[in-house]
């Protein structure tokens, strides 16, 4: 069955074409489920309760999403990062136990206050494709990967398993910046489907437009934005065949249509047999919390989250 079957949206589409240098992104329009889940505004991270442990609090009627890999950095404490999604009930606290310190060496515990928000890099998301690693109490299971990440990027000369070296990066935090500011959601939409060098590397779908405001920053930027980044700095990417065309000043109407056209015909034969051949291999139940059930799939290059409402997908998070 291949990804889009297994889906089962009922009614997406796809909004003008995002394309910066080896990032484009397809931005997802579709169906609203904000009368079943929670605005994003309910959401509040509390506190690390101990080395491993988030903690939320949804202030809302309605069940709300913490989305897949989250990652919260503070200052004079451990950073944290959600291992996937998660579901916090209406007007409840949770605490997920199986979150993953991203700083080796730091102590503290975080407050609700102060914190800069992101979303894992995809490399290191890859690593909590494995469903045991995800499900284990321990906070130090990513360390490793963490530094195989960092690899060749410069960012340190000390062989350790914090995060912040690269976000903290003067160069690499103003083009993080840079890249979002290229971005910008268009209307109605839900999410993206996003593509390195014309090959795609992600798929996020939000409950709801709020939800993709409220994120796709902290996905374009520290999920997205940082991988780009990190293979630019190994060169490991190759020239994108999907850059937007440049459209000349004097270009006539006529002529700026045709250019266009042309960039979306090549998306639709180029792109969709891609996404149509990525097969899921395997599903599996993490949780179902107030109606909503959480299902892990795997393809043959990756994985992730989605989220179901009366057997409706609402929230999507895949590496591909």
């Not at 949804?58 to 004079?76: K, L, M, Q």
């Not at 590397?201 to 405001?213: F, N, T």
Request: charged residues 25%.
């Amino acid at each position: 069955m291949n990804i889009l079957e297994a889906l089962k949206f009922k009614n997406i589409g796809a909004g003008p074409v995002q394309s910066v240098d080896e990032m484009t992104v397809v931005p997802i329009v579709g169906d609203d489920h904000s009368d079943v889940i929670s605005p994003p505004s309910s959401l509040k991270f509390e506190r690390t309760s101990n080395y491993g442990t988030m903690v939320f609090t949804n202030e809302d009627a309605e069940p709300a999403i913490v989305p897949a890999h989250y990652s919260i950095r503070g200052r004079g404490a451990q950073d944290h990062a959600m291992a996937g999604s998660g579901v916090v009930l209406a007007g409840k606290s949770k605490s997920f136990n199986n979150a993953c310190c991203v700083e080796e060496t730091q102590g503290g515990y975080l407050s609700s206050t102060g914190n800069d928000e992101d979303v894992l890099p995809i490399g290191l998301r890859r690593a909590l494709l494995n469903y045991s690693t995800r499900m284990e109490d321990h906070y130090g299971k990513l360390w490793s990967p963490i530094k195989d990440w960092l690899r060749g990027t410069g960012v340190t000369a000390r062989s350790s398993a914090h995060l912040r070296y690269f976000y903290d990066n003067k160069d690499i935090k103003a083009e993080l910046e840079h890249f979002a500011a290229e971005f910008e959601p268009v209307p109605g939409q839900i999410g993206a489907l996003i593509m390195f060098s014309g090959t795609p590397v992600g798929l996020e779908i939000m409950p709801s437009a709020d939800h993709w405001e409220a994120y796709w920053k902290q996905l374009i930027r520290g999920c997205y934005g940082a991988e780009l980044i990190r293979l630019k700095k190994l060169d490991r990417l190759q020239p994108s065949a999907l850059i937007m065309p440049e459209i000349p000043d004097a270009a006539s109407p006529d002529e700026v249509k045709d250019i266009l056209e042309s960039f979306v015909r090549q998306l639709q034969d180029d792109v969709i047999p891609l996404i149509q051949g990525i097969d899921v291999t395997g599903s599996r139940k993490i949780s179902k919390d107030g109606g909503l059930e959480t299902r892990m799939l795997t393809t043959q290059t990756g994985g992730g989250d989605v989220i179901f409402k009366d057997s409706e997908p609402i929230y999507v998070s895949l590496v591909l």
